[in-house]
């Protein structure tokens, strides 16, 4: 099974406040977890990623929280802004083909808005 | 400019026209891919290329043809359009690093928004 589980949907969350979405996947095979930030109109942009050897990783207001037995891991936005508002996609990737690629598996997303 | 471009970024067409949607990356990455954005499906792999003349197929290639004469470039074909495929389509690219690994990170281009009436 290759999905990737991502919740909420959509996410309101007050300035200031901490924002958590949550992705769970099934194949141990993944190595490499990343998070891909996307404004209206605009294509992904990786925001944050981990590998399944440590349990969690931060870079600045943002935290990602991966828990290997249970096959999830999650993002937090501290201190979340207006500007924090986008969709955001969870997504997880294994070797797959004769020439090595790590193909993504994404997350159906989550709508953040951070309101004022 | 430097990066990945897209053209066009908004495209109307008819059930059964030929559709070709370009890409265009000035990083002279190894690797390029065609995602297609679906609410509810978040991105989905078209078809992917390794290197110029290597493509192979993705997670939901049918109704889809590419082909990558050149590094830069890597043109996405709807031979005959049908309202399934009215999506956002998204270009990205990654380089290859020492052998034939690819960088984690893919770099994506700003879409275009095709509308099959």
């Known amino acids: 099974q290759q999905q990737v589980k991502q919740s909420p949907q959509s996410l309101i969350v007050q300035k200031g406040g901490i924002s958590i979405i949550n992705c769970a996947y099934e194949n141990t095979a993944f190595d490499y977890f990343p998070w891909y930030q996307q404004f209206p109109g605009k294509g992904p942009a990786l925001l944050i990623a981990?590998?399944?050897d440590v349990s969690e990783k931060k870079e600045g207001r943002f935290t990602i929280s991966f828990n290997k037995s249970a096959k999830q891991f999650s993002l937090h936005i501290m201190d979340s802004q207006p500007g924090d508002s986008a969709t955001y996609f969870c997504?997880?990737?294994?070797?797959w083909g004769s020439g090595g690629y790590n193909k993504l598996i994404f997350g159906a997303g989550t709508r953040l808005a951070v309101h004022p | 400019d430097a990066g990945i471009t897209q053209s066009p970024r908004y495209k109307i067409t008819e059930t059964g026209r030929q559709v070709t949607l370009m890409c265009h990356q000035t990083?002279?990455?190894?690797?390029m891919f065609w995602y297609r954005q679906d609410l509810g499906h978040g991105l989905r792999l078209i078809y992917y290329s390794a290197a110029a003349d290597i493509t192979d197929k993705g997670e939901v290639p049918d109704g889809y043809v590419v082909s990558r004469s050149k590094t830069e470039n890597f043109p996405l074909t709807l031979e005959s359009a049908t309202r399934s495929q009215t999506s956002v389509y998204f270009c990205a690219s990654t380089e290859r690093l020492a052998g034939v690994r690819p960088q984690d990170t893919q770099y994506f281009g700003p879409g275009t928004r095709l509308t099959v009436l």
């Open positions: 997504a997880a990737s294994r070797r």
């Open positions: 990083w002279s990455h190894s690797y």
């Open positions: 981990i590998r399944p």
